[in-house]
């Protein structure tokens, strides 16, 4: 416990920086901690006076409306003061500007930072610092960093999942697509393999695997109708167009033709399968339009369950 940046000297949630490193019995807390707050979002309570008199900020040096937004609404539904930061950087001098950045937010009473940033190790980086600057009650939540991690996204898949299959010890779960550039990917593959899923198959072709994939654990498919054969999880991931240099894919037509989920495809699973993706979704690319509006897709409630699992993060950070 004492080694992991992470948890503090008792076990408790200190900061979230990546679903790697976390004991499983962390990753089921927070799950758990969630399931109320699903409860109280049906219910419609607006607020819950839990983070009341804390100050979040929001600090997004990568645009991202989605995310942004859900961590907003978790933190204003427990009662937090939010404040929203989309902060331009210099490219040749990121480290220093994010450090002073934090150290001047600090001074403005900052109790948490949710932290988005191009840099893969950003959130570290000032976890890193508080620590060395003595500020143990100011706590940092990973919004996304580089191709790093993406912990809050992995939480609400593994949330969603347990929602409709429960056992996670009996699945066989699909990742599929761009694994290579996707945060989301790791953050899912860990933790599936350390909730005790005992099959993770990664599906893609082989210009967007990692050429080590393997050792995360998963078995490794280019062939999709072979991969997706008996499945009870189907994860699609987005095309991350944005971090993508040269030519990795011939055309969106291909691409859709061989790894894009259609309901044949589909079939190949098992009947009860559900279908996740983390958005924004690229109809006609990585998903059909009938499989995304289907019976068998848990997209929207994804959406739902985003926000109970940020608002139970935030929590749990709060109250140490």
């Not at 790697?20 to 807390?29: F, K, Q, W």
């Not at 419609?44 to 989605?66: A, H, I, Q």
């Not at 990795?248 to 291909?254: D, M, R, V």
């Not at 985003?306 to 140490?320: C, E, K, P, Q, T």
């Amino acid at each position: 416990m004492a080694n992991n940046p992470q948890l503090d000297a008792n076990g408790n949630l200190k900061h979230l920086l990546s679903i790697e490193g976390l004991p499983s019995d962390m990753i089921t807390a927070i799950l758990d901690t969630a399931e109320p707050f699903t409860e109280v979002a049906e219910r419609e309570v607006k607020k819950l006076p839990l983070l009341r008199g804390k100050s979040v900020f929001n600090l997004f040096f990568e645009n991202s409306t989605r995310t942004r937004t859900t961590f907003e609404i978790a933190a204003k539904r427990l009662s937090a003061d939010v404040i929203n930061l989309n902060v331009s950087t210099s490219s040749t001098n990121k480290g220093e500007t994010l450090l002073d950045t934090v150290d001047n937010l600090v001074a403005m009473h900052a109790d948490m930072f949710v932290v988005r940033h191009a840099s893969s190790g950003a959130p570290h980086l000032i976890a890193q610092h508080l620590e060395a600057t003595r500020r143990p009650n100011v706590h940092v939540v990973n919004a996304g960093d580089g191709r790093h991690a993406h912990p809050t996204q992995g939480l609400l898949d593994m949330y969603t999942i347990r929602h409709y299959k429960r056992d996670f010890t009996r699945l066989t779960v699909a990742v599929v697509g761009d694994i290579l550039h996707s945060r989301v990917a790791r953050s899912q593959i860990h933790a599936l393999t350390t909730l005790g899923v005992p099959e993770v198959r990664a599906i893609a072709p082989k210009t967007l695997l990692p050429s080590d994939v393997e050792r995360l654990g998963v078995r490794v498919f280019h062939d999709m109708r072979e991969g997706l054969k008996d499945v009870d999880v189907v994860m699609m991931l987005r095309l991350q167009n944005e971090r993508m240099t040269g030519s990795l894919l011939p055309s969106p037509q291909e691409y859709f033709k061989f790894f894009g989920l259609t309901e044949a495809k589909l079939a190949l699973a098992k009947p009860d399968a559900i279908v996740l993706h983390p958005g924004p979704m690229n109809r006609g690319v990585e998903i059909d339009s009938a499989v995304a509006d289907g019976v068998q897709a848990v997209i929207l409630p994804q959406v739902t369950f985003g926000i109970a699992v940020r608002m139970a993060v935030m929590s749990m950070l709060a109250r140490g």
